[in-house]
T-cell receptor, first 111, second 115 residues
């Protein structure tokens, strides 16, 4: 079964900092890796999806990379803002095997 | 598109009662997933369907839980009888072409409280 680990579990930074969130997975046969954000009491919003054939995806201030050989993905957030405060989750899809979520990184950006 | 629609948003029930959660996936999506989220265990996949057929139900906790997808536009997750430890947020998600790497879209969830 796929295992997904996210580091750090929690992060508090001042506004304006660039930061990196890490996601490690055990099954390198993933089809894709998807990053989500979840605000307290809300559902999950998709941020970026990286196909297994790609190495990175960018959307605005967000950049996600994927290294299947090392079983790692990173989410880079540039010039963080208080509105970025949320829990960030990654999930790896592996065909007919179950999608497994990491436990998430709780981000707090201080104004 | 209205996105993935779940109902009810909140459900409060007493132990032993039957609970039915409902989900309408995004039109055209052929994969549907039920997840449960708790503080202790995070997000857990309960079951997923592909083309209305259950593919992986290994996450369903026990026989008290059952899920159906009678057609491409509707799914239910039933708990009978419910227990306090079932209290959680239940999410439904859908995707197109999951087996080839489709994006997951989540509903707003059902907050279930079993007293």
């Amino acid at each position: 079964k796929q295992e997904v680990t996210q580091i750090p579990a929690a992060l508090s930074v001042p506004e304006g900092e660039n930061l990196v969130l890490n996601c490690s997975f055990t099954d390198s046969a993933i089809y894709n890796l998807q990053w989500f954000r979840q605000d307290p009491g809300k559902g999950l919003t998709s941020l970026l999806l990286i196909q297994s054939s790609q190495r990175e995806q960018t959307s605005g201030r967000l950049n996600a990379s994927l290294d299947k050989s090392s079983g790692r993905s990173t989410l880079y957030i540039a010039a963080s803002q208080p509105g970025d405060s949320a829990t960030y989750l990654c999930v790896g899809a592996a065909g007919r095997r179950a999608l497994t979520f990491g436990s998430g990184t709780r981000l707090q950006v201080q104004p | 598109d209205a996105g993935v629609i779940q109902s009810p948003r909140h459900e409060v029930t007493e132990m032993g009662q039957e609970v039915t959660l409902r989900c309408k996936p995004i039109s055209g999506h052929n994969s549907l997933f039920w997840y449960r989220q708790t503080m202790m265990r995070g997000l857990e996949l309960l079951i997923y369907f592909n083309n209305n057929v259950p593919i992986d139900d290994s996450g369903m906790p026990e026989d008290r839980f059952s899920a159906k997808m009678p057609n491409a536009s509707f799914s239910t997750l039933k708990i009978q009888p419910s227990e306090p430890r079932d209290s959680a947020v239940y999410f439904c998600a859908s995707s197109f072409g999951y087996d080839s790497g489709g994006v997951l879209f989540f509903g707003s969830g059902t907050q279930l409280s079993v007293l």
